[in-house]
């Protein structure tokens, strides 16, 4: 099975910082990796989708890269409304077989 | 509008049965895959199992193959997760979502349902 390794778990940062946090693949999984967004209380929200694609609607502060085994996950200038739970998603095609990140809880300084 | 509108908490004895169900509107139900995803109170994550409305083929993760049933009727746009003898490890959020077919891998979770809260206690 493939493990997915995100960090760091949790993160505190400042208003306008910009915030990264990486995942990384136990084997090659191309671009077969997305990112949401969990804010408590409420389901996950779909950010970025195929590594570095914006959903719709998505502000663009939000941002994906990465293939392989190693991707990140940036937002440029943080805001008090991004203040949730990330979580990287892998899909293994082979397998048919779907696995999250451990999460990053990211909070305001 | 597209949705998943899940059924209401549910408080349940160890050994009971349960259903929990994941409606579908504002798309064709049977043409993408619904999903089910575990998040045990204060904690991450976990996919469940997926299933295909259009003919019930089913897919389960390792870790919750012969624990869970996943199933769909297609007459009513609902997919169910269901349980035959509940234990208290069982109490968790659980989540239904579709499969998108965005970009090149389709392999993301577009929409979700609102979640359904499942207590297993004596």
């Known amino acids: 099975d493939i493990q997915m390794t995100q960090s760091p778990s949790s993160l505190s940062a400042s208003v306008g910082d910009r915030v990264t946090i990486t995942c990384q693949a136990s084997q090659d999984i191309s671009n077969y990796l997305n990112w949401y967004q969990q804010k408590p209380g409420k389901a996950p929200k779909l950010l970025i989708y195929d590594a570095s694609n914006l959903e719709t609607g998505v502000p663009s502060r939000f941002s994906g890269s990465g293939s392989g085994t190693d991707f990140t996950f940036t937002i440029s200038s943080l805001q008090p409304e991004d203040i949730a739970t990330y979580y990287c998603?892998?899909?293994?095609?082979?397998?048919?077989?779907?696995?999250f990140g451990q999460g990053t809880k990211l909070e305001i300084k | 509008e597209v949705q998943l509108v899940q059924s209401g908490a549910e408080v349940k004895k160890p050994g009971e049965s349960l259903k929990i169900s994941c409606k579908g509107s504002?798309?064709?139900?049977?043409?993408?895959?619904i999903g089910w995803v575990r998040q045990m109170p204060g904690k991450g994550l976990e996919w469940m199992g997926i299933?295909?409305?259009?003919?019930?083929?089913?897919r389960y993760s390792p870790s919750f193959q012969g624990q869970v049933t996943i199933s769909a009727d297609k007459s009513i746009s609902t997919a169910y997760l269901q349980w035959s003898s509940l234990k208290a490890s069982d109490t968790a959020m659980y989540y239904c979502?579709?499969?998108?077919?965005?970009?090149?891998?389709?392999?993301?979770?577009?929409?979700w349902g609102q979640g359904t809260m499942v207590t297993v206690s004596s």
């Open positions: 998603q892998q899909y293994d095609n082979l397998l048919f077989m779907y696995t």
């Open positions: 299933i295909y409305p259009g003919d019930s083929d089913t």
């Open positions: 504002g798309y064709s139900f049977t043409s993408y895959w």
């Open positions: 979502a579709r499969r998108s077919y965005y970009g090149s891998t389709e392999s993301s979770f577009d929409i």
